[in-house]
């Protein structure tokens, strides 16, 4: 079982109330700090010019949205569910079926919009960490990271072809942790 990000969906309003029950159950419960990751309301700075002033605004992404990082396993459902005011999970049938997570790359897209990754940089993306590719030519290899750029979601590895140490370039969203 590994650690996804599933979009949660909310009463209109209650993104943020949502956020914070669910970061003081984290808080509170060793249990849950090792089920619950992170959870983030998807926003982004929007610059507006009114009557010539210069003003930024902070604008949620997708209003009644949450995304939550998190092991999904019966427990965890059941209390991200219940939680007050949410409403349900997207990507879930209904008649108590588990959502499907999102796939790394529209992760990615949403959260380097709000200038994140899915991955957490000091432990994930450190130089020398090894790292399992998930799609592409090199699907099923793992390597070591030499270096990464936020900015263009790349990630230069360090891969064992026949036998000698090859370096190659891949996208953020092709890789994950090794476990």
């Known amino acids: ?24 159950m984290i808080k509170n419960s060793t249990d849950i700090q090792e089920s619950i990751f992170r959870v983030i309301v998807p926003e982004q700075t929007i610059v507006e010019y009114k009557d010539g002033v210069k003003k930024e605004k902070v604008k949620k992404m997708f209003p009644g949205y949450v995304l939550v990082e998190m092991i999904m396993s019966d427990e965890v459902w059941f209390i991200v ?63 070591k990271i030499s270096s990464y750029d936020l900015e263009k979601q790349k990630v230069e590895l360090l891969l064992d072809l026949f036998g000698q140490e090859t370096s190659v370039e891949v996208e953020l969203s092709q890789i994950e942790n090794l476990k």
């Open 1 to 24: 079982m590994k650690k996804e990000w599933y979009v949660v969906n909310t009463v209109s309003g209650y993104e943020y109330k949502v956020k914070e029950k669910l970061d003081m």
């Open 81 to 143: 569910r219940n939680t007050q005011g949410v409403t349900g999970f997207i990507g879930s049938s209904g008649k108590g079926a588990k959502p499907i997570p999102l796939l790394p790359e529209e992760v990615d897209r949403i959260l380097s919009n709000m200038g994140m990754s899915r991955l957490d940089l000091a432990k994930d993306l450190a130089p020398g960490k090894q790292v399992k590719i998930n799609d592409g030519p090199f699907k099923g290899m793992s390597g």
